[in-house]
């Protein structure tokens, strides 16, 4: 959970600077309906992933939907920490 504490502060970054070699500043130049496209595409591969027997496979695409879903948080100006709380309160 720490390192996806640091990747938010990352991606925040990367958001403010818009580095002109950087993947996660493309996804912010383009705008909110690349990045729910990326979401959907990744939550696509984790489906498949997980019908298949590669758990290694399933590891590497949950990573990406992960990742892309942090994109999402930072775009619209969320935290983690603000949907650990989310968590904690239905689930406390």
Same mark, same amino acid.
């Given at each position: 959970?720490?390192?996806?504490?640091?990747?938010?502060?990352?991606?925040?970054? !990367? #958001?403010?600077?818009?580095?002109?070699?950087?993947?996660?500043?493309?996804?912010?130049?383009?705008?909110?309906? !690349?990045?729910?496209?990326?979401?959907?595409?990744?939550?696509?591969?984790?489906?498949?992933?997980?019908?298949?027997?590669?758990?290694?496979?399933l590891i590497?695409?949950?990573?990406?939907?992960?990742?892309?879903?942090?994109?999402?948080?930072?775009?619209?100006?969320?935290?983690?920490?603000?949907?650990? #709380?989310?968590?904690? #309160?239905?689930?406390?």
């Open positions: 959970m720490e390192f996806l504490i640091k990747l938010e502060e990352v991606l925040r970054k !990367r #958001k403010q600077e818009l580095p002109s070699q950087s993947y996660t500043a493309e996804l912010f130049r383009d705008g909110i309906d !690349r990045i729910l496209k990326k979401i959907g595409e990744e939550a696509g591969e984790v489906i498949i992933a997980s019908k298949n027997d590669n758990e290694k496979e590497h695409e949950i990573a990406d939907l992960v990742f892309h879903l942090e994109v999402l948080l930072v775009e619209k100006n969320l935290s983690l920490s603000t949907i650990a #709380k989310e968590l904690e #309160k239905r689930h406390g």
